[in-house]
């Protein structure tokens, strides 16, 4: 059974920093990328950023570039989101995606909340 486990949100202050982490365990197939989205309430849900897993190669969304920051640990199938300078308006459930062997998984997600 595929699993994506979201950790490490929380309550942070306006201009702090958190990091959170989401651990992948039994896929079948190799990891092609993953991504963070978060969903703040009452809007959509939207993308934050993704890495390609082979390369390390990754994009932001223009709303955290420059304040977010995504890496891997291959050999723990983790995906790490470090965030810094947060602003109240990243407030959301953060979800991780994997997208390997052509299907994507979802985790259950994580709430952070800023503060200002």
């Known amino acids: 059974q595929v699993q994506l486990v979201e950790s490490g949100g929380g309550l942070v202050q306006a201009g702090g920093s958190l990091r959170v982490s989401c651990a992948a365990s039994?896929?079948?197939?190799?990891?092609?990328?993953m991504s963070w989205f978060r969903q703040a309430p009452g809007k959509e849900r939207e993308f934050v950023a993704t890495?390609?897993?082979?390369?390390?190669?990754?994009n932001y969304a223009d709303s955290v570039k420059g304040r977010f920051t995504i890496s891997r640990d291959n050999a723990k199938k983790t995906v790490y989101l470090q965030m810094n300078s947060m602003k109240p308006e990243d407030t959301a459930v953060y979800s991780c995606?994997?997208?390997?062997?052509?299907?994507?998984?979802w985790g259950q997600g994580t709430q952070v909340t800023v503060s200002s």
């Open positions: 039994g896929l079948t197939f190799a990891i092609s990328k």
């Open positions: 995606n994997s997208l390997a062997g052509g299907i994507n998984y």
């Open positions: 890495i390609v897993w082979g390369s390390g190669s990754t």
